[in-house]
T-cell receptor, first 115, second 112 residues
Framework: GENVEQHPSTLSVQEGDSAVIKCTYSDSASNYFPWYKQELGKRPQLIIDIRSNVGEKKDQRIAVTLNKTAKHFSLHITETQPEDSAVYFC??????????????FGTGTRLTIIP | DVKVTQSSRYLVKRTGEKVFLECVQDMDHENMFWYRQDPGLGLRLIYFSYDVKMKEKGDIPEGYSVSREKKERFSLILESASTNQTSMYLCASVPLWGYEQYFGPGTRLTVT
């Protein structure tokens, strides 16, 4: 099955600096790579995703890059703000025969923004 | 606005008890999932269902079963709870051919 590794497990950055979280996956058939953000005590929420036919996607201060050959993808957050403090999960998936995406999640990165 | 609810936020059970965790979604989604979340291990898929009465094993199904008698409701059952099942349990739903997983608030289960 799919295996997703995520690094680092914890990350502290000064407010205004950039943060980068990296993930690698094992199954070359995976074609969908979402990122979820989980604030303390809350449920995970999708913040950005990318499909395998695209190399980069950007949404305001967050961006995701994908290198299919190397089987790794990364989340980039620029101009970090205190509200970016959370646990971030990457995931990889492929469409199942049942019409849904079966996600395999990474182990999470706890990002702390230092004011 | 998608709403996914779970029957309890906190639950304490004894070893050997049968435990039911319920998840309800109000958006007519076909797909529903049960995960457990443990520190350092991320979210791991226990079971998922793509239709009423249909279920598929995820990555860690041992010790769990599920039931989906109605489209909006997906139940996770621990037949005989053990201490290693102490965890946060998250339910999620997704529409057919959709991709975004809508999570419930989670149930923190403690087995003593």
């Amino acid at each position: 099955g799919e295996n997703v590794e995520q690094h680092p497990s914890t990350l502290s950055v000064q407010e205004g600096d950039s943060a980068v979280i990296k993930c690698t996956y094992s199954d070359s058939a995976s074609n969908y790579f979402p990122w979820y953000k989980q604030e303390l005590g809350k449920r995970p929420q999708l913040i950005i995703d990318i499909r395998s036919n695209v190399g980069e996607k950007k949404d305001q201060r967050i961006a995701v890059t994908l290198n299919k050959t190397a089987k790794h993808f990364s989340l980039h957050i620029t101009e970090t703000q205190p509200e970016d403090s959370a646990v971030y999960f990457c995931a990889a998936s492929k469409l199942t025969n049942f019409g849904n995406e079966k996600l395999t999640f990474g182990t999470g990165t706890r990002l702390t923004i230092i004011p | 606005d998608v709403k996914v609810t779970q029957s309890s936020r906190y639950l304490v059970k004894r070893t050997g008890e049968k435990v039911f965790l319920e998840c309800v979604q109000d958006m007519d989604h076909e797909n529903m999932f049960w995960y457990r979340q443990d520190p350092g291990l991320g979210l791991r898929l226990i079971y998922f269902s793509y239709d009423v009465k249909m279920k598929e094993k995820g990555d860690i199904p041992e010790g769990y079963s599920v039931s989906r008698e109605k489209k909006e409701r997906f139940s996770l059952i621990l037949e005989s709870a053990s201490t290693n099942q102490t965890s946060m349990y998250l339910c999620a739903s997704v529409p057919l051919w959709g991709y975004e997983q809508y999570f419930g608030p989670g149930t923190r289960l403690t087995v003593t």
